[in-house]
């Protein structure tokens, strides 16, 4: 079992606390590695030695060196992608099948990333016959990007990539649950030359202690964090007192509508795996599922024998379809929701912890449908983070567009019909950063995605995704 150091200046380092952390398989309780639990002290060193790795090399502003260290990075990852992989599904529990998505998520990400840093133009403008105007776009300088576990690669690379194609110096802080895998991934960085020493930290730890001493140092100039919408109001706050940039992927709580010329079963089944993808543990989740009145209970049926058609496990083997919820704590406040629906509403299958040889050292929960919901319920409100789907009915276009946006959330949505022309007016007054169209979880590397409402700010991926990670200066000659 290894035991993971911090990476800051170039170097694997012990934290200055000489405490560590446990990464634990949820499907199983055992130990899969130590990573340390560090301390604003080792966040001083790592902030001071990115800051000067940034100041220090020309990263800033050489473009083709840094396209080149992304490229190099990439193949790295991919000549380890089925290792990676397999450390991922340890330490998260997600299905095998998921954690090379994730890994294959990262390589893209870093590929178009690296094609982009070559690409970051600005514009000319010439307002008068003496004087001539440009616009550049300049790195921000020292980035701490937070992570979330449940999809602790893609989601890293997702800001990582443009933000290091931009020309930042990095500090990574993932989540408390997986720190060995970003230990990995890192470890990959650190033997490219094209990177300069220093250029990307990580420090692993507590979110009180680590994530809270980034947002508050002064010489860091951005936060990019990814995760619940209750701890990105606290680091926004934060993050004003020293006036620095927030870019925030929070929550979610997105609905699939269908209505009733869709193709019923696709649907159905494509939303229902939406939300049970990652046990339901994913911040795009499909975890609303509005149907037409009219093939309401024809969709129960669709979604139930879907829900008790997967195979819960462990993630390692090949054929699991959903895997445990990664802590005691949440599986608790899964549970917790799922008794709420019971005494609101109806079961329409699972509602209960899974049991058995298989499962008692791990934390699994049965694929679960709710109804018969008002829409006020917090189960319908609020984000869940579990394998629990609420399924909801509606009378006309209007109520279900009024339903889509009652939460105080704006993720992602889905619009199931054949008609063209209602799947443009409900696309257009869903508030949502992304809404597909007879699909779900179509995501790419050139397309932005991001929040509306309490999901978030800014956008990650694509123009606006890299944008995000520069500065933006206007250059004025008089001629
Ligand atoms: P999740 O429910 O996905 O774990 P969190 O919002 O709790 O979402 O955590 C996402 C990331 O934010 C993790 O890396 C976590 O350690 C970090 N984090 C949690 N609390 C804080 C905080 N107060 N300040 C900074 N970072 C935090």
């Known amino acids: 079992m290894k035991t993971y150091l911090n990476y800051i200046n170039g170097t694997w380092m012990s934290s200055q606390s000489g405490e560590l952390l446990d990464s634990i398989d949820p499907a199983t309780g055992a130990l899969v590695a130590h990573t340390q639990s560090s301390t604003a002290h080792d966040v001083e060193l790592a902030v001071q030695t990115v800051s000067d790795a940034y100041t220090g090399s020309d990263w800033g502003s050489n473009s083709h060196r840094r396209a080149n260290a992304l490229l190099k990075w990439a193949d790295a990852i991919e000549a380890r992608a089925e290792v990676l992989a397999a450390l991922l599904t340890s330490e998260n529990g997600k299905p095998i099948r998921e954690a090379r998505v994730e890994i294959a998520g990262a390589i893209d990400a870093l590929r178009y990333c690296a094609g982009m840093a070559r690409n970051v133009f600005g514009r000319t403008f010439q307002p008068a016959a003496d004087n001539f105007g440009f616009i550049m776009k300049e790195p921000i300088g020292v980035v701490a990007v937070i992570t979330p576990w449940n999809w602790p690669v893609l989601l890293l690379f997702r800001d990582l990539a443009p933000c290091l194609a931009a020309g930042n110096g990095v500090i990574i802080k993932p989540a408390e649950r997986t720190g060995a895998i970003t230990a990995e991934l890192l470890a990959l960085l650190a033997d490219i030359p094209a990177f300069p020493a220093g250029i990307a930290a990580l420090v692993t730890g507590l979110g009180t202690v680590v994530g809270n001493a980034l947002v508050e140092h002064p010489a860091v100039d951005m936060i990019c964090f990814t995760g619940s919408t209750a701890v990105g109001k606290v680091l926004m706050q934060k993050a004003a007192a020293g006036v620095k940039k927030v870019a925030l992927e929070l929550g979610g709580k997105s609905p699939n509508l269908v209505f009733e010329d869709a193709d019923l079963t696709r649907a159905i089944e494509t939303s229902c795996r939406s939300l049970f ?68 509403g109806r079961v329409i299958t699972g509602g209960y912890r899974l049991r058995g040889a298989e499962y008692d050292n791990g934390l699994f929960i049965a694929p679960t449908i709710l109804d018969n919901l008002s829409p006020s319920s917090c189960v319908v409100q609020e984000e869940i983070f579990g394998p629990v789907l609420v399924m909801e009915k509606f009378r006309t276009e209007e109520e279900a567009i009024r339903l889509a946006n009652i939460t105080p959330y704006g993720l992602s949505a889905g619009v199931w019909t054949k008609d063209v022309s209602r799947a443009l007016r409900v696309a257009r007054q869903v508030q949502a950063g992304t809404v597909w169209v007879n699909g779900y979880n179509k995501s790419y590397a050139e397309a932005e995605s991001g929040g509306y409402k309490h999901s978030g700010i800014g956008r990650a991926r694509g123009v606006e995704g890299l944008m995000e990670f520069t500065e933006t200066k206007h250059v004025n000659i008089s001629i």
């Open 277 to 344: 993808m990652t046990s339901g543990q994913i911040c795009m989740a499909g975890s609303r599922l509005l149907v037409h009145e009219s093939v309401y209970e024809k969709a129960v049926d669709i979604a139930k024998t879907f829900a008790e058609s997967l195979r819960v496990g462990h993630g390692r083997l090949e054929t699991t379809d959903m895997g445990p919820i990664i802590s005691e704590k949440q599986l608790d406040k899964v549970l917790h929701y799922i008794e709420q629906g019971r005494r609101e």
